[in-house]
Protein backbone atom coordinates (compact mmCIF):
# COMPACT_ATOMS: atom_id res chain seq x y z
CA UNK A 1 0.00 0.00 0.00
CA UNK A 2 1.67 3.46 -1.22
CA UNK A 3 1.89 5.76 1.79
CA UNK A 4 3.92 8.93 3.24
CA UNK A 5 4.18 9.46 6.91
CA UNK A 6 5.30 12.37 8.39
CA UNK A 7 6.88 12.94 12.17
CA UNK A 8 6.19 14.16 14.75
CA UNK A 9 2.31 15.45 14.59
CA UNK A 10 2.49 18.67 15.97
CA UNK A 11 5.74 20.26 17.21
CA UNK A 12 5.94 23.37 19.59
CA UNK A 13 9.45 25.29 19.85
CA UNK A 14 10.34 28.65 20.86
CA UNK A 15 11.57 31.57 18.48
CA UNK A 16 15.43 30.66 16.94
CA UNK A 17 15.13 26.85 18.09
CA UNK A 18 16.11 24.42 14.53
CA UNK A 19 13.67 22.23 14.07
CA UNK A 20 13.53 18.92 11.64
CA UNK A 21 10.39 17.63 10.21
CA UNK A 22 10.32 14.56 9.09
CA UNK A 23 8.66 13.11 6.04
CA UNK A 24 8.85 8.88 4.98
CA UNK A 25 7.18 7.59 1.62
CA UNK A 26 6.52 3.85 0.24
CA UNK A 27 5.11 4.69 -3.14
CA UNK A 28 5.75 2.87 -6.06
CA UNK A 29 6.96 4.40 -9.27
CA UNK A 30 8.53 7.60 -7.42
CA UNK A 31 8.92 10.68 -9.29
CA UNK A 32 9.43 13.37 -6.73
CA UNK A 33 8.68 14.60 -2.70
CA UNK A 34 7.12 17.66 -2.46
CA UNK A 35 7.10 20.04 0.46
CA UNK A 36 4.43 22.77 1.16
CA UNK A 37 3.55 25.37 4.06
CA UNK A 38 -0.13 25.41 4.67
CA UNK A 39 -1.34 28.31 6.62
CA UNK A 40 -4.68 29.50 7.04
CA UNK A 41 -5.27 30.24 3.42
CA UNK A 42 -3.26 28.44 0.49
CA UNK A 43 -0.57 25.90 0.87
CA UNK A 44 2.11 27.57 -0.19
CA UNK A 45 5.39 25.24 -2.31
CA UNK A 46 8.23 24.52 -0.65
CA UNK A 47 10.24 22.41 -2.07
CA UNK A 48 10.34 19.67 -5.05
CA UNK A 49 12.79 17.04 -4.79
CA UNK A 50 13.72 14.30 -7.34
CA UNK A 51 17.43 13.70 -6.53
CA UNK A 52 18.73 11.71 -3.76
CA UNK A 53 21.47 13.79 -1.50
CA UNK A 54 21.31 17.04 -2.78
CA UNK A 55 20.02 19.75 -0.71
CA UNK A 56 17.33 22.62 -1.92
CA UNK A 57 17.61 25.88 -0.08
CA UNK A 58 15.78 28.75 0.20
CA UNK A 59 16.34 31.22 3.22
CA UNK A 60 16.22 29.35 6.70
CA UNK A 61 14.29 26.39 5.07
CA UNK A 62 16.40 23.56 3.70
CA UNK A 63 15.19 20.04 2.61
CA UNK A 64 17.09 16.78 1.18
CA UNK A 65 15.93 13.83 -0.03
CA UNK A 66 17.22 9.93 0.52
CA UNK A 67 16.11 7.93 -2.11
CA UNK A 68 17.39 4.76 -0.69
CA UNK A 69 15.84 4.94 2.57
CA UNK A 70 12.86 6.39 1.54
CA UNK A 71 12.84 9.76 3.43
CA UNK A 72 12.75 13.35 3.39
CA UNK A 73 13.13 15.70 6.01
CA UNK A 74 12.76 19.91 6.03
CA UNK A 75 14.85 21.71 8.42
CA UNK A 76 13.76 24.91 9.63
CA UNK A 77 16.70 27.24 10.90
CA UNK A 78 16.56 30.30 13.60
CA UNK A 79 12.63 29.73 13.85
CA UNK A 80 10.18 32.75 13.68
CA UNK A 81 6.89 32.84 14.74
CA UNK A 82 5.68 33.24 11.12
CA UNK A 83 6.89 29.77 10.40
CA UNK A 84 4.04 28.60 12.77
CA UNK A 85 1.75 26.30 9.95
CA UNK A 86 1.28 23.03 8.98
CA UNK A 87 3.86 21.60 6.90
CA UNK A 88 2.64 18.31 4.12
CA UNK A 89 4.87 16.50 2.15
CA UNK A 90 3.55 14.45 -0.56
CA UNK A 91 4.75 11.97 -3.37
CA UNK A 92 3.89 12.47 -6.40
CA UNK A 93 4.14 9.32 -8.77
CA UNK A 94 3.09 10.49 -12.06
CA UNK A 95 -0.26 9.10 -11.89
CA UNK A 96 -0.73 10.34 -8.24
CA UNK A 97 -0.25 12.17 -5.42
CA UNK A 98 -0.06 10.25 -1.80
CA UNK A 99 0.13 13.04 1.12
CA UNK A 100 1.40 12.84 4.87
CA UNK A 101 -0.83 13.55 7.78
CA UNK A 102 1.39 16.85 7.98
CA UNK A 103 3.16 18.18 10.87
CA UNK A 104 1.77 21.43 12.82
CA UNK A 105 4.58 23.48 14.05
CA UNK A 106 4.04 26.03 16.93
CA UNK A 107 6.70 28.87 17.46
CA UNK A 108 6.24 30.48 20.31
CA UNK A 109 7.77 34.38 20.99
CA UNK B 1 -11.16 2.31 9.11
CA UNK B 2 -11.39 3.21 5.32
CA UNK B 3 -9.47 6.52 5.20
CA UNK B 4 -11.32 9.47 3.42
CA UNK B 5 -13.10 8.38 0.50
CA UNK B 6 -13.20 10.32 -3.15
CA UNK B 7 -15.51 9.76 -5.91
CA UNK B 8 -15.22 9.18 -8.78
CA UNK B 9 -11.46 8.21 -8.86
CA UNK B 10 -11.20 9.71 -12.48
CA UNK B 11 -13.77 11.74 -14.77
CA UNK B 12 -14.06 13.19 -17.98
CA UNK B 13 -16.78 15.02 -18.90
CA UNK B 14 -17.46 17.61 -21.99
CA UNK B 15 -17.04 21.38 -21.41
CA UNK B 16 -20.54 22.61 -20.14
CA UNK B 17 -21.29 19.91 -18.23
CA UNK B 18 -22.40 19.59 -14.36
CA UNK B 19 -19.43 17.70 -12.69
CA UNK B 20 -19.99 16.53 -9.09
CA UNK B 21 -16.73 15.16 -6.63
CA UNK B 22 -17.99 13.79 -3.82
CA UNK B 23 -16.21 13.07 -0.39
CA UNK B 24 -16.72 10.97 2.98
CA UNK B 25 -14.23 11.84 5.45
CA UNK B 26 -13.39 9.86 8.26
CA UNK B 27 -16.03 9.47 11.15
CA UNK B 28 -15.14 11.26 14.03
CA UNK B 29 -13.71 13.85 11.79
CA UNK B 30 -15.05 17.54 12.25
CA UNK B 31 -13.09 19.24 9.32
CA UNK B 32 -13.28 18.94 5.96
CA UNK B 33 -11.06 20.27 3.07
CA UNK B 34 -11.51 20.51 -0.48
CA UNK B 35 -8.00 20.92 -2.70
CA UNK B 36 -6.93 21.62 -6.03
CA UNK B 37 -3.73 20.21 -7.82
CA UNK B 38 -2.94 21.16 -10.74
CA UNK B 39 0.71 21.33 -12.95
CA UNK B 40 0.55 25.69 -13.15
CA UNK B 41 -1.27 26.44 -9.89
CA UNK B 42 0.02 23.37 -7.29
CA UNK B 43 -1.60 22.85 -5.04
CA UNK B 44 -4.50 24.90 -3.91
CA UNK B 45 -6.89 25.13 -0.91
CA UNK B 46 -10.21 25.57 -2.05
CA UNK B 47 -13.37 25.63 0.78
CA UNK B 48 -13.09 24.03 4.05
CA UNK B 49 -15.88 23.28 6.52
CA UNK B 50 -15.51 23.15 9.85
CA UNK B 51 -18.45 20.97 11.98
CA UNK B 52 -20.34 21.08 8.50
CA UNK B 53 -19.99 25.10 8.09
CA UNK B 54 -18.26 26.49 5.48
CA UNK B 55 -15.31 28.35 7.20
CA UNK B 56 -13.45 29.65 4.17
CA UNK B 57 -14.62 30.01 0.57
CA UNK B 58 -12.20 32.56 -0.24
CA UNK B 59 -10.25 29.81 -3.03
CA UNK B 60 -12.79 29.07 -4.74
CA UNK B 61 -12.37 30.33 -8.41
CA UNK B 62 -15.68 31.12 -9.42
CA UNK B 63 -19.28 31.12 -9.27
CA UNK B 64 -19.01 27.88 -11.15
CA UNK B 65 -17.65 26.20 -8.25
CA UNK B 66 -19.83 25.21 -5.10
CA UNK B 67 -19.15 23.14 -1.94
CA UNK B 68 -21.67 21.78 0.24
CA UNK B 69 -21.57 19.54 3.30
CA UNK B 70 -25.39 18.59 4.19
CA UNK B 71 -23.87 16.14 7.20
CA UNK B 72 -20.54 15.25 9.02
CA UNK B 73 -20.58 12.43 6.57
CA UNK B 74 -20.82 13.78 3.16
CA UNK B 75 -19.50 16.46 0.69
CA UNK B 76 -19.69 17.64 -2.49
CA UNK B 77 -17.67 20.17 -4.24
CA UNK B 78 -19.92 20.71 -7.57
CA UNK B 79 -18.86 22.71 -11.00
CA UNK B 80 -21.01 24.03 -13.21
CA UNK B 81 -20.71 24.39 -16.06
CA UNK B 82 -17.27 22.95 -16.35
CA UNK B 83 -14.76 23.99 -18.46
CA UNK B 84 -11.50 22.91 -19.88
CA UNK B 85 -9.43 24.85 -17.24
CA UNK B 86 -10.78 23.23 -14.13
CA UNK B 87 -8.91 19.80 -15.25
CA UNK B 88 -7.00 18.93 -12.40
CA UNK B 89 -6.95 16.03 -9.61
CA UNK B 90 -9.07 17.50 -6.63
CA UNK B 91 -8.16 16.20 -3.29
CA UNK B 92 -10.04 16.04 -0.08
CA UNK B 93 -8.73 15.66 3.51
CA UNK B 94 -10.18 15.79 6.38
CA UNK B 95 -8.89 15.89 10.42
CA UNK B 96 -10.55 15.69 13.90
CA UNK B 97 -9.61 18.86 15.19
CA UNK B 98 -6.97 21.67 14.78
CA UNK B 99 -3.97 20.06 16.79
CA UNK B 100 -4.38 17.04 14.33
CA UNK B 101 -3.06 15.77 10.78
CA UNK B 102 -4.79 15.57 8.02
CA UNK B 103 -5.94 12.23 6.34
CA UNK B 104 -6.25 12.78 2.29
CA UNK B 105 -8.32 11.09 -0.05
CA UNK B 106 -6.86 9.13 -3.14
CA UNK B 107 -8.66 12.19 -5.29
CA UNK B 108 -10.65 12.68 -8.23
CA UNK B 109 -9.16 12.92 -11.77
CA UNK B 110 -11.03 15.41 -13.25
CA UNK B 111 -10.29 16.18 -17.56
CA UNK B 112 -12.85 18.28 -19.26
CA UNK B 113 -12.35 18.27 -22.61
Known amino acids: EDKVVQSPLSLVVHEGDTVTLNCSYEVTNFRSLLWYKQEKKAPTFLFML????IEKKSGRLSSILDKKELFSILNITATQTGDSAVYLCASNTGNQFYFGTGTSLTVIP | DAGVIQSPRHEVTEMGQEVTLRCKPISGHNSLFWYRQTMMRGLELLIY????????DSGMPEDRFSAKMPNASFSTLKIQPSEPRDSAVYFC???????????FGSGTRLTVV
Open chain 2, 49 to 56: FNNNVPID
Open chain 2, 93 to 103: ASRPGQLYGYT
Open chain 1, 50 to 53: TSSG
